[in-house]
């Protein structure tokens, strides 16, 4: 790849204080205005990636190089919508801009653009426990796109949504991901979603964590219904089955074992 | 001297069992009307009523209106209602009788009936004795609250803090209140009511640090990281996040050191066993005991164990006040 990185990790490593070594040796380079997957078993190391990149937790080896996107336009999405149970959702959704000391007129514009996005205006006074999961899912990403973020970490965002909701949620992210021009990396346990998604799907392998796979995901966007009922889609989501399968159980394929 | 002991050990015993007892009573429906009706009040106040569905994505909560008069109904006629009280009025009755054909001296153990007159008939002297001890409860009790908030704070700052201040915290609590509060009414020897307010501080005070002190630390992890990634201050991430997630706690410890601080009020009186215009309630169980007034007693002892329970009571709807919007029960939502 020739074009400019908006991040890019090298030879990164990552031992936590108890001796678990959760990454080994992590290359990845993303390009600004990229959405990329990252997937794989639970406990490879995916939620660590993000939190090393974010700088939530300090590498052990390797670093995280930076383009030409600012450090500070940063958002992270997590897997619970982890809002505050005791603010209303305009609050919730002011917290960073509060945090930054945004002056209030312009905060409640950005409020109401961001309320707007993820189609929630009518609620803005509501608490969270009057809402679905997926409206404070809404919530949450209104609160990390409310900073206009460039680049996006989500961590299963949609992980404890139901179907419905989830597809209905991957449609709205693609829609803000092609007028936001964020660059995401996404992780999901999701094949279907992953591969609906993403530009590149990146395969990740336990014990140590490390990357086994790379899938360029070539199918034009907008992606909508059709995308999903299509040959090429089920190609794909095969394809990334079966690295995962291999990167799960840590071992060849049956048709390599075949073979020796 | 030993029956004095005795009465207190009694008194601990009895305000246990309420607040176990009691724990429940924030569930009771009577409860739950007037305090959904007071926040049904106050979100009416507060939060417009949410616009309704425009897209099928939506679904508005509403608030299910409920029967309150049925549901006093239902309740009154339930056997967690019928059951307790049936047994209550055949043990007084039981205990009348029993008083009655034996022929027991009121001075031993006087019947239901003659507790009530007593209650009736001394009421001018008991019920003011009874609010010096609620007075005295009071104070303690919110400096209680302030000060376990704020040392409880402290010991959020730093694990260092905490780590070497914490023990003397819980040395003050295993300390028996009955055994230090001679040496402060000593060291208060002028202000009488300094120091009942400080014995039942003390032991108000340890629920609250505990209590507090874990709310501090137990705030949501991703929001935790969130304030991180976003630059917080540590006073920002104190405001905004520390102290409102420790709300529940705090007011979990409050119920329990309302209670603790009339515990410790009690105590103290029967300990300073001060007499005059402003003694407090103990002092009349105490007084009643030595001048063989067991009916007065009695009568005293159940306007003590009527102000632990109000107390708690108004602790628990508060709590359930403050907190009416954490939580699922106080309204229904529609999926
Ligand atoms: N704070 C931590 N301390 C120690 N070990 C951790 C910590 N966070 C994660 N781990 C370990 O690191 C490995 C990778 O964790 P994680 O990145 O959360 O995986 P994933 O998100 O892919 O499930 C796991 O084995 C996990 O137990
Ligand atoms: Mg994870």
Redesign the interface.
């Known amino acids: 790849m020739t074009f400019p990185s908006a991040i890019r990790l090298r030879h990164v490593g990552k031992t936590y204080a108890n001796g678990t070594v959760a990454l080994d040796d992590v290359n990845l380079a993303i390009a600004p205005t990229e959405f990329v997957s990252l997937v794989g078993p639970s406990g490879c190391g995916k939620s660590t990636v993000l939190r090393l990149i974010a700088g939530l937790s300090p590498l052990t080896t390797g670093d995280v190089q930076w383009g030409d996107i600012s450090r500070d336009r940063l958002s992270f999405v997590f897997q619970d919508a982890s809002l505050m149970p005791w603010a209303t959702v305009q609050d919730n959704v002011r917290l960073p801009l509060r945090l930054a000391g945004v002056p209030k007129p312009k905060a409640e514009a950005a409020i109401a653009n961001a309320l707007s996005m993820v189609d929630l205006q009518g609620y803005e006074r509501a608490y969270p426990r009057q809402l679905s999961g997926g409206m404070k899912m809404r919530v949450s990403i209104a609160r990390s796109l409310v900073t206009q973020p460039s680049l996006m970490l989500m961590d299963e965002p949609f992980g404890a949504l139901d179907e419905m909701t989830r597809s209905r949620l991957n449609s709205d992210i693609l829609h803000l991901w092609e007028t936001q021009r964020w660059t995401v990396v996404f992780v999901t346990h999701n094949i279907y979603e992953a591969v609906y998604l993403s530009q590149r799907v990146v395969v990740m392998a336990a014990r140590p964590g490390r990357i086994v796979a790379d899938i360029a995901i070539d199918a034009p966007y907008p992606r909508n219904d059709a995308f999903r009922t299509s040959p090429l889609f089920n190609d794909y989501c095969r394809d990334v089955a079966q690295q995962l399968a291999e990167a799960s159980l840590g071992m060849p394929p049956l048709a390599d074992l075949r073979q020796i | 001297m030993l029956l004095r002991y005795f009465v207190v050990a009694l008194l601990e015993l009895q305000n246990m069992c309420l607040n176990r007892g009691i724990r429940r009573l924030k569930d009771l429906p009577v409860l739950r009307i007037l305090y959904d009706f007071f926040s049904s009040r106050l979100s009416a106040m507060t939060?417009?009523p949410?616009?309704t569905a425009?897209?099928p994505?939506?679904?508005a909560?509403s608030v299910k209106p409920r029967g309150d008069r049925l549901q006093v109904l239902t309740w009154l006629t339930s056997s967690e209602v019928i059951a307790p009280v049936v047994v209550g009025i055949l043990v007084l009755i039981g205990w009348e009788l029993a008083v009655r054909l034996t022929n027991t001296p009121p001075y031993l153990l006087p019947g239901p009936s003659l507790v009530f007159t007593t209650l009736i008939q001394d009421w001018h002297q008991l019920f003011p004795s009874l609010m010096v001890t609620l007075r005295i409860t009071t104070i303690a009790f919110i400096a209680a609250a302030l000060s376990g908030l704020l040392i409880a704070v402290v010991f959020a700052q730093s694990k260092w803090i905490e780590r070497s201040l914490f023990p003397y915290a819980v040395i003050l609590q295993t300390t028996p209140i009955v055994a230090i509060a001679p040496l402060i009414i000593i060291w208060f020897r002028n202000n009488t009511i300094m120091a009942l307010v400080v014995c039942a501080w003390i032991i108000a005070l340890f629920p609250i640090i505990s209590n507090t002190t874990l709310g501090l630390k137990s705030a949501?992890h991703?929001?935790v990281?969130?304030?991180?990634?976003?630059?917080?201050s540590r006073w920002?991430t104190l405001i905004?996040?520390r102290l409102?997630s420790a709300?529940p706690y705090f007011l979990g410890g409050l119920r329990i050191s309302g209670g603790l601080a009339l515990i410790g009020a009690v105590v103290a009186e029967f300990v300073a066993g001060t007499g005059g215009q402003r003694s407090g309630i103990a002092y009349q169980i105490l007084m009643s005991s030595y001048n063989l007034q067991i009916p007065r007693m009695f009568a005293a002892l159940i306007l003590t164990t009527g102000l632990g329970v109000a107390i708690f009571v108004t602790l628990t709807l508060l709590s359930d006040l403050l907190l009416r919007?954490?939580?699922?029960s106080a309204?229904t939502?529609e999926?």
């Open positions: 939060v417009p949410l616009s425009d897209s994505t939506r679904t909560p949501d991703n929001l990281n969130l304030f991180k990634l976003y630059n917080a920002q905004y996040l409102p709300l919007h954490w939580h699922e309204m939502q999926s």
